[in-house]
């Protein structure tokens, strides 16, 4: 198996995280992949995926995808052909080129998409930019910086009031009091 990293035409930026390889399968060379979506069924036919190994983002081209419960998959990927072959990617986190996503509108969004966004509080006015989403086990949480300071949002439908992607804002009503217990 032949490994060409592809970093002069994909960044990082232009990629989501689909999901992550779990362990191999069998001798053939196939996979076990978790699929971190909501609906799987959208990816059943995957034409490639990027595999980040060592920093750099290597194209993998699906020769078959079996669908199964938990968001999960046995895929097979072209010239991996073998427990070895197999092996160099379990554990390496799967992306595509966020441009095959569909667009979202209104107050959906993805949590890759968001970040960078100013963050105005209905009380509180600006409060900070999102630094990314936390996908914590029981709770998404926005990162916002704040100065020197991190405040934790809930992402949850009652906080979001507006998403306004062309001024990359994000409105919200945070939880009487939240914002105070950070900026004390």
């Known amino acids: 198996m032949q490994l060409l990293p592809v970093d002069l035409l994909m960044d990082q930026s232009e990629l989501f995280e689909l999901g992550k390889v779990l362990k191999t399968f069998g001798s053939k060379g196939e996979v076990v992949i978790f699929l971190d979506v909501d609906n799987p069924d959208k990816y059943r036919r995957l034409d490639s995926v990027f595999i980040r190994i060592n920093k750099s983002f290597i194209p993998f081209f699906i020769e078959k995808i079996q669908l199964k419960p938990k968001n999960q998959a046995i895929v097979k990927f072209h010239d991996v052909d073998n427990l070895e072959d197999a092996s160099v990617v379990t554990g390496c ?3 595509l080129p966020a441009s095959v996503l569909p667009k979202l509108t209104g107050n959906r969004f993805y949590y890759h998409e968001i970040a960078g966004f100013d963050v105005i509080d209905e009380e509180k006015g600006e409060i900070g930019t999102i630094k990314r989403v936390l996908e914590l086990p029981h709770q998404a949480m926005f990162e916002i910086g704040f100065g020197e300071k991190e405040i934790l949002v809930p992402v949850v439908d009652e906080v979001i009031k507006k998403v306004d992607r062309k001024n990359r804002r994000l409105y919200i009503k945070a939880p009487e009091g939240l914002i105070d217990l950070y900026l004390e």
Do not use: A, E, N, R
């Open 93 to 95: 986190s799967l992306f």
